[in-house]
């Protein structure tokens, strides 16, 4: 029997328009308050066009922290602190759009679908049962499939004893994870909404007993620091929180380990990389799917 969906899910959002060459800037600005951020050109046919930027937050934000923070970024890329427009976005039923929108995904050996689906998964796939609900993450996305490809890889060249899912959102990759390996995974997320989706989606997919997930302050949550090292640790999340959390992950990762790093288009990949290698670990390969990169380095 499908669960109940819960109450459609407000939203509200942040937007503001800068030059190219701040965009970075007031992304960093927004990563604070927000839990999903979106970039967009205004118009490809203009070089040094403006360009939109989206936060997505539960929360409603408070607009004059909203302003400082513009105009601290303002400051530092010499250009005019902008609006910052706040709206609510209307309510909407997330988990009815993601059932009508979440057709089967095949990605290696993984074969994910929602549970309105009624047919037959191909012979020899892992199977993944998924209800994304409030929390992001279906396999479709370019990054979430990056990672899937990695997994598929490593499945044919090693074992993993001791694997960390951060930033775990629906749960997939920790799925993924505990499916291929049959091996206890911890799972983490700033978003208490995305632990209890995986919780759920673990139950669904009888693997309760390997997923272990809790909402916290990523590395210095107590299941986490309290579980390493991990020999795999899988992070789908952004490029700057990647960057910041370089020195947890390496001191959280064991020798010979090795990292998944998605959630980034592949110009800040170097963003990403160059912080990671400063702590000692080596790029083994990245794996591009349109404009997103994941990355794989190795301790």
Not at 232 to 260: C, E, F, W, Y
Not at 272 to 281: D, F, W
């Amino acid at each position: 029997m499908r669960p109940s969906a819960p109450a459609p899910t407000f939203l509200w959002r942040i937007e503001t328009r800068v030059p190219r060459a701040a965009v970075d800037a007031f992304e960093a600005a927004l990563e604070p308050f927000c839990m999903a951020i979106s970039t967009l050109m205004i118009d490809p046919d203009e070089e040094d066009g403006l360009w939109s930027i989206e936060g997505f937050t539960g929360a409603e934000p408070d607009p004059q922290s909203i302003s400082r923070a513009f105009a601290r970024a303002a400051s530092n890329t010499a250009i005019e602190a902008p609006r910052a427009k706040i709206d609510l976005v209307p309510p909407r039923d997330w988990v009815a759009e993601n059932l009508a929108d979440f057709p089967p995904v095949r990605v290696g050996r993984y074969f994910i679908h929602g549970s309105h689906f009624g047919g037959t998964a191909p012979a020899g796939a892992v199977t993944i049962r998924l209800d994304s609900g409030t929390a992001f993450g279906s396999g479709e996305h370019p990054s979430t499939a990056g990672c899937l490809l990695v997994l598929d890889q490593l499945a044919r060249q090693r074992r993993f004893r001791r694997p960390l899912d951060m930033g775990c959102g629906s749960g997939i990759l920790s799925l993924a994870i505990a499916k291929t390996w049959r091996t206890a995974v911890v799972a983490c997320d700033i978003d208490p909404e995305s632990a209890r989706v995986t919780t759920a989606n673990a139950a669904r997919n009888g693997a309760a007993r390997f997923i272990r997930a809790r909402s916290g302050p990523s590395y210095q949550t107590p299941v986490v620091a309290g579980g390493g090292p991990y020999d795999l640790i899988v992070a789908n999340i952004l490029a700057r929180p990647l960057k910041k959390m370089a020195g947890d992950l390496s001191r959280a990762l064991a020798p010979g380990g090795v990292a998944v790093l998605s959630g980034l288009l592949t110009r800040d990949a170097r963003l990403v990389i160059a912080p990671h290698r400063a702590r000692g670990l080596r790029l083994i390969r990245t794996i591009a799917i349109g404009d997103w990169v994941t990355i794989v380095m190795g301790g």
